[in-house]
């Protein structure tokens, strides 16, 4: 088994490719996360720019697939407007109101302010509060990942679900984790850059905020 990078009371983060950790770990009750959208992302808009995402060249489906394998009652993959149809067809797909106009073509195309979150129930799936498919928080400034979400967010999901071990392959700078520890909840994040891993483990060692 691999050796983790980090470990707490509630969370625990794998350094590495998660085509190699996944097979190794056991079952967990929801898996949640973000995954690389295939678009080899990179902002031009940040004073400081981020690296572009490792392995952002095509939308992972078989870790997709993989990773929804490892949950016992429900996953939630996000996902791009035009990554729906790649996708395995979910039972729901919940919009995220980010309230900010994205990039894209300027001159031929509307300005994005949402992205989307396939979600897949299995048998063992209860609600314990039912949540419209639409949600509205506020996007962060993306300062400590490209793509980074919203606690604020993550933790909305995370309480509509009947769960107390949640799965994040795509970790990134750990907001899932954070999330998850914030509720009381025990999370594994899976990062394959290191940089990220460290900023996540910085996160998860500041004070639980109250609920």
Same mark, same amino acid.
């Given at each position: 088994m691999v050796k983790p990078y980090y470990q707490d009371s509630h969370c625990t983060i794998y350094h590495g490719d998660c085509r190699e950790i996944l097979p190794q770990l056991e079952p967990v009750d929801l898996v949640l996360t973000?995954?690389?959208?295939?678009?080899?992302?990179?902002?031009?808009?940040?004073?400081?720019? =981020?690296?572009?995402?490792?392995g952002d060249e095509c939308l992972p489906l078989d870790l997709i697939?993989?990773?929804?394998?490892?949950?016992?009652?429900?996953?939630?993959?996000?996902?791009?407007?035009?990554?729906?149809k790649q996708m395995p067809p979910p039972k729901s797909v919940l919009v995220w109101v980010k309230n900010n106009w994205?990039?894209?073509?300027?001159? =031929? $195309? =509307?300005?994005?302010?949402?992205?989307?979150?396939? *979600?897949?129930?299995? $048998?063992? =799936?209860? *609600?314990?509060?039912?949540?419209?498919?639409?949600?509205?928080?506020d996007r962060t400034g993306n300062g400590l990942h490209p793509t980074e979400k919203p606690v604020e967010l993550m933790k909305i999901i995370?309480?509509?679900?009947?769960c107390q071990t949640i799965l994040d392959p795509f970790m990134g700078s750990g907001t899932t984790l954070r999330a998850a520890k914030d509720l009381n909840?025990?999370?594994?994040?899976? $990062?394959?850059? $290191?940089?990220?891993?460290e900023i996540a483990v910085e996160r998860l060692r500041q004070e639980v905020l109250a609920l």
């Amino acid at each position: 088994m691999v050796k983790p990078y980090y470990q707490d009371s509630h969370c625990t983060i794998y350094h590495g490719d998660c085509r190699e950790i996944l097979p190794q770990l056991e079952p967990v009750d929801l898996v949640l996360t973000d995954p690389p959208y295939g678009m080899s992302f990179q902002s031009n808009y940040r004073n400081v720019k =981020h690296d572009k995402i490792k392995g952002d060249e095509c939308l992972p489906l078989d870790l997709i697939y993989i990773s929804m394998f490892k949950a016992i009652n429900a996953a939630y993959f996000f996902c791009r407007w035009d990554n729906l149809k790649q996708m395995p067809p979910p039972k729901s797909v919940l919009v995220w109101v980010k309230n900010n106009w994205s990039m894209g073509d300027l001159q =031929h $195309e =509307h300005g994005r302010q949402w992205e989307a979150c396939c *979600f897949y129930p299995k $048998e063992k =799936h209860v *609600f314990t509060n039912r949540i419209p498919d639409v949600i509205m928080v506020d996007r962060t400034g993306n300062g400590l990942h490209p793509t980074e979400k919203p606690v604020e967010l993550m933790k909305i999901i995370i309480s509509a679900n009947v769960c107390q071990t949640i799965l994040d392959p795509f970790m990134g700078s750990g907001t899932t984790l954070r999330a998850a520890k914030d509720l009381n909840r025990k999370a594994i994040g899976i $990062e394959i850059e $290191e940089k990220y891993c460290e900023i996540a483990v910085e996160r998860l060692r500041q004070e639980v905020l109250a609920l």
